[in-house]
């Protein structure tokens, strides 16, 4: 079965393949964001606006309705955003202590 529910023959190497290619591009889509993560991190004023709990919220239920647009598992997406996000917050609590020491 391919990827579009057509029956051609795929190997499953042929399918890592194709998830090791979607990695490498999610790889560096989170290095951009990353960049405007460390940007917008050196524009907040304290820890607190780092956290920004209401913004994590925000970004979440963004994107688990891009998830639903996409057919993608909306649960998948949130779990993996807040990951994501955790990572960055720490990122721009280091930035952000390094900057006012």
Do not use: C, N
């Amino acid at each position: 079965m391919s990827i579009d529910g057509e029956s051609d023959a795929v190997s499953l190497d042929e399918v890592r393949q194709q998830i090791d290619a979607l990695d490498r591009e999610i790889v560096s889509l989170i290095a951009q964001r990353q960049r405007w993560v460390v940007v917008a991190g050196a524009m907040k004023a304290d820890e607190q606006a780092v956290r920004a709990p209401q913004r994590v919220e925000q970004v979440v239920a963004k994107v688990r309705a891009l998830a639903e647009a996409a057919g993608a598992s909306p649960d998948v997406v949130e779990r993996a955003y807040r990951a994501l996000i955790a990572g960055f917050i720490d990122l721009e609590l280091d930035h952000h202590r390094a900057s006012t020491e």
